[in-house]
Structures are given as C-alpha cells and as structure tokens.
C-alpha cells in the first residue's frame, strides 16, 4: 500500500511501521534504508523523545531536524495506529530535508533564487552560495508550521533578479510556502485517509470471520497462523490456543496420509482440487467429518493456505443412515 506513495513523492525517505513495544518491523523501500529494521526507536539518540510524546499522548507527532539513522538532516513523523482501544504500532514517515525541500523547490525556483530553511534561528539547509555576499541583497522571509514544527524559509534573489520589487519577491515567497504546506498536508491527507479505509476494511472482514458459520484459518509453514472462533470452537479449543498449532495434528492418522500426499503432488505441479473431505481429531479424540475449501493466498509476505472448514459429520451421519436403511430394505425386498 505504501510503496505508491513512496514512489509518488520523491520526498520521501521510508515509511515504516514501528510496533507497540518501539520496533521498527518492516522498511519501505529497504534498499535505500540499510540497518533500519528491527531497530528500537528508544535507542535513536535524536528521535526517542519525539516518539517517546507520540506513545505518551497518541498523537501524532514530529521530530524537530534531526540526524537520521539513514545519514544526514532530515525529520520524522510518528502516526499512532489503535484498533478497538489497543495500540497496535506506529506509521513512520522519514523525509531527508535536502530531497524533501528540492521537490518542493523544483529546479526552476533554484535557479533564479537562493533558499533557506530555517529552524529556531538555526540554518537546516541552504540552496545557494550567494547569502550574505552582498547587503543590499533583498531577503524576505516566511514561517510554515508543519505539524507542530515552525520553519523559517528564507528567500534571496540571485544577482540577476536584484532589480525585481519586493512585492514579486513577496508574491514567490508565499507561492513557496503554501505549495510546501500544501505537499505535506496532502501527504498527511493520503496517509490518513489509508489508514481509516483500511481500518474500515479490517473491521468489516474481521466482523464477517467472527460471525461465520464455518471454520475460517490460515496456514502457513504447516502451521494454524490464524482462526476464527468458530473453527477453534469446532476442534475443542479456544482461538488463543490453536494458533500455532502444527496443522497435522488436527488431522486424523489416515487423514494425515492422505495430507502428505496432497502437499507432496503440489509441489510436484500436479493438480489437487481445492475442494475435499477428511477427518479431523478434536483436542479430546473424538473424530468429525469436514469439508475443506483451500486457496493460495500472500500472509505476511509469503504463500499461505486460507480454508473455509465445514463440519459434516451430522451429513454424513445421516448418509450413513439412509445407506443402511437401503440395505436393510434391499434384503427384505430380496
């Protein structure tokens, strides 16, 4: 989902996502930001205290210019991510100031004006080698508020544009810094505005899964990554407990056979139906009859298995039943 974005705006550095104990977990894109992930945000000696007011309040937050584990000045920003009243992590934006500021700029503006970004009377960054060469030089200057960051911007015309009056000056100033609010508060707009259909998304399929009349689960690795309650429920255990369950385990001993088999003709490109019946051994051995619907599908970043499970013992059951019944009739009758 973020990768477009990163791709879209050239301002950026990463997006990352940081969970609830300060860990990053995953980088976006990982080949620009080397030795990044799985790193804790409470060691960087510039950002902690930022994301330390992000995890404290859950507001989102940003660091003031810093120096970036990635190298260079840049600033970070820190998006609270909760879920039913849990926190469950933190969406990371990293900008390097230099990138950042040349994509707002573009090079048209450079080349006819010398620009500085300012932060608490402190210079961050500065296109241009003409500042202070001359007094007579025209300096305008503007503050943006970014978040709850103030940034000075500083704008000197080049030699060849000193004739021009203050009011162009003026007119270019504010151009610059409403097109830089502007990029950044989109940017927030469309990072906000993923994270709340997302969320909407989740909590409609969370609620469909939870409410299903059939066992929901996902494999991966041989192992229960994920169930719903209704399929926990079905084999004797509570969701909490099946997860990371070896998935043969739940299979019965000839089932497990047939299993193998199945998973040994897949690899091999043989075709195996999606659709089947087997049995399953609940956690106090009582055997059940199911029917299984698989598909392929990507969890986490790798090939998984998502099952709809059908308990049919009560159908075959009854199937068992009308066959006897058959053969008690067919022996009378002959």
């Known amino acids: ?164 009056s203050q009011s162009y000056v003026n007119r270019i100033l504010l151009y610059l810094s409403i097109l830089l609010a502007g990029v950044f508060a989109y940017m927030l707009h469309v990072l906000i505005k993923k994270q709340r259909t997302l969320r909407e998304s989740e909590e409609k399929y969370r609620l469909i899964v939870e409410n299903a009349h059939d066992g929901i689960e996902i494999t991966q690795h041989d192992r229960i990554m994920f169930a719903n309650a209704r399929f926990a429920e079905m084999l004797g255990y509570t969701p909490a407990e099946i997860i990371d369950l070896k998935f043969d385990k739940i299979f019965t001993e000839q089932a497990t056979g047939a299993l193998y088999e199945r998973q040994k003709s897949r690899k091999s490109g043989k075709s195996v139906p999606d659709q089947y019946e087997t049995t399953f051994q609940k956690r106090d051995g009582t055997v059940i009859d199911v029917e299984v619907k698989n598909s392929v599908i990507s969890y986490k970043g790798e090939p998984a298995t998502f099952g709809i499970i059908r308990d049919i013992t009560e159908r075959k059951q009854a199937e068992e039943e009308l066959r006897s019944s058959e053969e008690r009739y067919r022996s009378i009758l002959e």
Request: glycine share 8%.
């Open 1 to 164: 989902m973020v990768l477009p974005l990163t791709k879209a705006f050239s301002g950026f550095q990463a997006l990352n996502f940081i969970d609830s104990t300060g860990v990053i977990r995953w980088v976006c894109p990982e080949e620009n930001n080397p030795n990044v992930k799985n790193r804790d945000l409470h060691d960087h000696p510039f950002a902690a205290e930022t994301f330390v007011q992000a995890e404290k309040t859950g507001r989102d937050c940003i660091t003031p210019t810093i120096e970036l584990w990635q190298g260079g000045i840049g600033f970070a920003t820190y998006f609270p991510i909760t879920k039913n009243g849990v926190r469950l992590g933190y969406l990371n934006g990293v900008f390097k100031i230099r990138e950042f500021a040349r994509y707002i700029f573009k090079e048209s503006v450079l080349k006819n004006f010398d620009v500085r970004l300012e932060e608490g009377g402190r210079e961050i960054i500065e296109f241009g080698d003409d500042f202070g060469a001359s007094n007579q030089k025209i300096i305008a200057k503007r503050n943006i508020s970014i978040m709850s960051r103030t940034l000075t911007l500083v704008l000197t015309p080049r030699s060849e544009l000193t004739k021009a």
